[in-house]
């Protein structure tokens, strides 16, 4: 079964520090991918996604993600963050299956940036 | 803007209720779904539903059903609640595959059912 796996629950940073959240997908097709964030009492958000093309995604917020098919990863960046940014972040991808209409999310990440 | 509302954000309601949740999208969307979202599980696909009066299981659609009489709402059903059915519900809307096709979320609805 395909499956999405964010490697860290937790990541707690200070403002303007650099931050990576972590994801691994397993898949051996050819696959989109998606992060989405949730900040407190909202609904999720797309912040980027990969489809094809270049492996650097930029997205809204400061926030990139690099596919690396090798790794089978998506790793999101962002050099400097604000206190603003806490809120919790998914890593989501579909196509696994062949199927285009859904998506599969991993567990989430929780981001807490302190002052 | 694309607009998903939820027609409660907090509800709570008693074991062996019939409990309706509602979401309606002002997009024209083709894509509808609903998922559950619990903590340290992430999301979950309960439903979804890809034209009027479609609709496909997803991953968790046991004790649910779902309703699509008109192309902008989308209805979640729990014929009779049960307390493992305490959750945060989400709905989702995209214009057409949501694998490909960004999705926009409702608030949500937090169910309590006691």
């Known amino acids: 079964a395909q499956s999405v796996t964010q490697l860290d629950s937790q990541v707690p940073v200070f403002e303007e520090a650099p931050v990576e959240l972590r994801c691994n997908y397993s898949?051996?097709?050819?696959?989109?991918l998606f992060w989405y964030v949730q900040y407190p009492n909202q609904g999720l958000q797309l912040l980027l996604k990969?489809?094809?093309?270049?492996?650097l995604v930029k997205g809204i917020n400061g926030f990139e993600a690099e596919f690396n098919k090798s790794q089978t990863s998506f790793h999101l960046r962002k050099p400097s963050v604000h206190i603003s940014d806490t809120a919790e972040y998914f890593c989501?991808?579909?196509?696994?299956?062949?199927?285009?209409?859904?998506?599969?999310f991993g567990k989430g990440t929780k981001l807490t940036v302190n002052p | 803007d694309v607009k998903v509302t939820q027609s409660s954000r907090y509800l709570v309601k008693r074991t062996g209720e019939k409990v309706f949740l509602e979401c309606v999208q002002d997009?024209?969307?083709?894509?509808m779904f609903w998922y559950r979202q619990d903590p340290g599980l992430g999301l979950r696909l309960i439903y979804f539903?890809?034209?009027?009066?479609?609709?496909e299981k997803g991953d968790i659609p046991e004790g649910y059903s779902v309703s699509r009489e008109k192309k902008e709402r989308f209805s979640l059903i729990l014929e009779s609640a049960s307390t493992n059915q305490t959750s945060m519900y989400l709905c989702?809307?995209?214009?057409?595959?949501?694998?490909?096709?960004?999705?926009?979320f409702g608030p949500g609805t937090r169910l309590t059912v006691t």
């Open positions: 989702a809307s995209s214009l057409y595959g949501g694998g490909i096709y960004e999705q926009y």
């Open positions: 898949s051996s097709v050819s696959v989109y």
């Open positions: 990969y489809l094809s093309g270049s492996t």
């Open positions: 989501a991808v579909s196509g696994l299956h062949g199927g285009s209409e859904k998506l599969v």
């Open positions: 997009m024209d969307h083709e894509n």
């Open positions: 539903s890809y034209d009027v009066k479609m609709k």
